[in-house]
């Protein structure tokens, strides 16, 4: 198969890292060798059932032979990955290296110049998919079907290393799209950073003053605010790599926000009106497009 790898290295088996290795051991003639920073986490990955022979806390072992290394630490650990992999001379040349990272123009900056000097190729991939929950307890091989999984090459990128790794993705069941690092960090200030940013703040909004109010809550509160709960390490990592993509969706929400407040103060139910019919059309459109 044109997007098949015979092995697969993951480095930092997450909530993501974990699923995409549950899904990846489903391929035939794919094998997976997780990787972990702490020997701690070597029995939870077993709990999981990955067998002693696919987990290591060895990076060089972890990548030896494989075709596909996919680094699914956090968006600020990852140079720091590639300047061991480097150090160990661990690479087979001819490896495609990706990720998971939120943020792409940075990461891609970075890693592709790094990676290049060890005669491999780094090509960003960010799958759309996860949940409020982190860890290897809470991966499932399904959790990446049917979920959008957007690959940032540069124009330097060789076509067939950007087409092995589109059709690995599809194999996974994943919707793939194609778009500049640039282009993917404005989209996803918009449609990712955006909502969690306001999560946080409806929630500090609704129950900040008043904790006690949450038991009165029905699911409206819960359902938008459900991704609030997500690490605050990693978000707020994300939130500020992203700062200049984020900043003007914000301060759109801000003038929106001042125009139902306009329309509250006088009001005026048929703007209100309109304003709520706008926003039903567009998220309607949402299900649509899924």
Do not use: Y
């Not at 959008?148 to 069941?173: M, V």
């Not at 006690?212 to 991704?227: F, K, M, P, V, Y």
């Not at 997500?230 to 700062?243: P, V």
């Amino acid at each position: 198969m044109p997007g098949s790898f015979s092995k697969v290295a993951i480095l930092g088996p997450g909530l993501l890292g974990g699923s995409i290795a549950l899904a990846t051991r489903q391929l035939p003639g794919s094998a997976v060798r997780l990787w972990a920073r702490r020997t701690e986490a070597l029995p939870e990955l077993q709990a999981r059932g990955f067998a002693p022979s696919e987990t290591t806390t060895d990076l060089a072992e972890a990548v030896n032979g494989a075709e596909l290394v996919i680094l699914c630490s956090p968006v600020g650990a990852m140079p720091s990955l590639v300047e061991a992999l480097a150090a160990q001379k661990a690479l087979a040349p001819g490896t495609i290296v990706t990720d998971v990272g939120s943020v792409k123009a940075r990461v891609v900056e970075v890693l592709t110049p790094c990676v290049a000097a060890l005669n491999a190729t780094f090509i960003g991939s960010h799958p759309m998919a996860g949940s409020e929950n982190a860890g290897i307890a809470h991966a499932r091989a399904d959790l990446i079907s049917g979920a959008a999984c957007l690959l940032t090459p540069l124009p330097a990128t060789p076509p067939e290393a950007l087409t092995r790794l589109e059709s690995f993705w599809r194999s996974l069941g994943m919707r793939v799209s194609v778009l500049s690092p640039e282009d993917h960090d404005r989209a996803l200030a918009r449609v990712s950073h955006l909502p969690h940013a306001v999560a946080a703040a409806l929630t500090l909004a609704a129950l900040q003053t008043r904790p006690e109010d949450g038991a009165l809550c029905g699911n409206g509160l819960r359902d938008s605010t459900r991704i609030a709960k997500g690490g605050a390490a990693m978000w707020s990592e994300i939130l500020l790599e992203n700062r200049d993509a984020l900043m003007e969706p914000l301060r759109n929400l801000q003038g929106i926000l001042g125009e139902l407040l306009v329309f509250l103060e006088n009001r005026d139910q048929e703007r209100l009106a309109e304003f709520l019919h706008e926003a039903r059309k567009l998220r309607e459109q949402l299900d649509s497009a899924k």
